[in-house]
């Protein structure tokens, strides 16, 4: 919401020398947050003036162009006549108007400055300005014309124009949908600054009445409508300039005079208003639910097939209007119009919210209705706009009004009058209680210790006993408050699974792998171009009913799109050695899906409603992913980087099972999106699988924007943290010294090297420390369709210094598992 602070004046008593930045710090210690205080105009600087056109000589030149050769009055100036000689592009200009002159010095928007120059074979003394030119809008078809009469030449242009503002811009947030009006930001200002308040709404909505144009409500989500009709406008009258300047310093465009004009007491007001052509409406006007198969034309020229659910403004032709979204375009104000039915009505809030979402439409009404519109502001409001109307365009207001409906009432909540002493944590009294829950607008019906407080009607979020302690706190000063550590219960620390997940974040940042945090959010899309089959697990989705985006409106069921996503952004960037990893939750739906049920919100859960939420929820494990690109080792003067690849991601993977004293086995795979024959899915000592790393296959590469041959992995981090041993059972380093083993072995080629490597494990027995693969062997020496694979052993005794015949033992023992489990042959060459 953008805040002309001059606008602001009108409503609020702020002393004369009070400037932005001083109301928005208020405005911060309120609550509200001020984004940024803009000095509008303030880059203008120099000799902006009002001039008087004298004469002018229209010339066309060689290439066409045709200008006009003027003499303008600028009033006296620097002791010269006051008549200057400017050349001027533009042609909706007569002799006797008066226009803007830029004289040589003035610098306009954007560091333009001026200065006398020759061009088209005259000195041009100055400019005459379009408003485009002069920060006042996108015109720029022809010069500035000023209709307002006695405007003497010379006079500073500035005032006249009101080029010159503070424009407080304020991000309202959800639950303070007043604020977006000025006289929400007025009374907001008054109080934090302590200063007189004047209500622009003045009027209170009367009792229902019909001898206006009828209107017919069909639906609980208008509870109120009320409609004016005005008769005899002329819609091409000019917008008055102040007007249109307030509605453009808050963020709007001028349109025409009825539409600035509704637009102007809707950021006033905060209620919406709509106007309809009084002579296009077809009976009357009928508030109802959409039909199965109705479409409506809006105002924006697109035709919109309707949901059951839309909320419509209709007459006996049809839709005319998205109730609380958008007008029709059947009934829209033109140049014809002369009469005009002025709607001010009253919409339910997540009606408009979800009706707005569904149609991908978000209007300047649709984001107040959707925070909450103050009833009582819609009779005062059709009548400031009837008004204007009347005053602006030549109508005339029927004195025959419609009022439909009632202003819904609001609870009254009861509350001890120590409770906001006692959540705040600092001292208030009664009387504050009482004066700060007066002074925004409640009702306060005082019996001693108890407070009965009735919200006002432009604050639907006041519900809760702790909404108006939050709102006395607010009032007072949440900086006021002196904050109170509260002393820690004793506990006993982190619990294993987050003494594991940090370990293992550590060990992997340690490694040269970078931890991101992505969005949880996915797509059927990103299923498709990973190349998910339709019966895999990943396939049971959790849609979200509210989603951030329609693009993602599921809950992810792996990690590795969002990883993707981060990779293909940094590539974009210039970034391409990347090794990005992410630890968090996927969520996998039920089979087949439940419904999850909605438990009021004002008091808690029973334990049934839990466990239906638990049952709804499904599986929610924490998974572990990584994606790497580029070098893993950059060039440098002693030779080549190392490039990544699947080794890297392997190391991943077990680097975090070794963080937490976990040994994984791993066995070759297909498994999309991994390569096939260049994936790895690792298993648990009990031979259950928990993930998968390798190289990505080269279509999934494609489809994500991923340079050729990346790798990634992705585990069951839950899965793995609860195989862990417990933490006593994590060995102890020996002091004894270490004997060293090396076997060579034959095997079959299509032999995986994991398979021997888990046989010598297997038979090696305890006095195993490590093992590793430090050399494979194709040729001649071992034969065709064979391979050596060569294993370097590591024995250690915990309590004792091994014998050699102790250590050739387990030696043995393991290459006879090996042997006898896959085959193969000690090589002894």
Known sequence: MRVPLSWLRDYAALPDDLDGRTLAGALIRAGLEVETVDQVGAEIAGPLVIGKVLAYEVEVHSNGKSIRWCHVDVGPHNDDSGSRSVVCGAHNFEVGDSVIVALPGTVLPGGFGISARKTYGHVSDGMICSAKELGLGDDHSGILVLGEPDLAP???????????????????????????????????????????????????????????????????ACPLFVALTVTGIDPGRPTPRWLARRVQLAGMRSISLAVDITNYVMLETGQPIHAYDADLLDGPIVVRKAAEGEKLTTLDDVVRPLHPDDLL??????????????GGATTELSLDTRNVVIEAAHFDAMTIARTSRRHKLSSEASRR??????????????????????????GTLLAKETVRGVVPTRPSTTIADTLPAQILGTEVDHAPVVRLLQAIGATVADAGERLTITPPSWRPDLNDPYDYVEEVGRLIGFDTIEPVIPTAPVGRGLTRSQRARRAINLVLAARGFVEILSFPFASTTDLDLMGVPVDDQRRRLNKIVNPLSEAAPYLRTSILPGLFAAVARNRSRGNDDLALFEAGSVFFGNDPLVAAPRPPVTQRPSVEQLAALDRALGQQPRHLGVVLTGQWMPEGWEGAGTPTGWQQAIAFVEAAAAAIGLRLDRRAAEYPPWHPGRCAEFTLPTGEGIGYAGELHPD??????????TAAAEVDLDALIVAAPATGEIPTVSSFPVAKEDVALIVDDDIP?????????????????????????????????????????????????????????????????????????????
């Open 154 to 220: 010379g006079t500073d242009a500035a005032p006249v124009l009101q080029l010159r503002d503070e424009v407080l811009d304020i991000a309202v947030t959800p639950d303070r949908g007043y604020c977006l009006s000025m006289r929400g930001i007025a009374r907001e200002s008054a109080q934090a600054l302590e200063v007189a308040f004047t209500d622009p709404v003045d009027r209170v909505v009367p009792a229902e009445t019909v001898s206006g144009h009828p209107v017919e409500l069909l639906s609980e």
């Open 753 to 829: 090297a994991a398979a021997v490597e888990r046989a010598l494990r297997t038979g090696a027995g305890p006095l195993l420390e490590s093992i590793w693969l430090f050399d494979v062997y194709t040729g001649p020496q071992v034969g065709a369709g064979k391979k050596s694979l060569a294993y370097a052993l590591r024995f250690r005794g915990s309590d004792k210094t091994l014998t050699d015949a102790e250590t050739a033992a387990a030696r043995d023992a393991a290459v006879a598992a090996a042997v006898e489990r896959t085959g193969a042959v000690q090589r002894t060459v």
């Open 700 to 709: 999934v590469c494609a489809a994500f924007g991923l340079p050729a041959r």
């Open 369 to 394: 209705f959707e925070r909450g519109v103050d009833p009582q502001a819609s009779y005062a409001g059709a009548h400031r706009v009837a008004e204007l109307l009347a005053a602006y365009a030549g």
């Open 313 to 326: 403004i209709t007459d006996a032709s049809g839709p005319i209007g998205l109730a609380g979204v958008m």
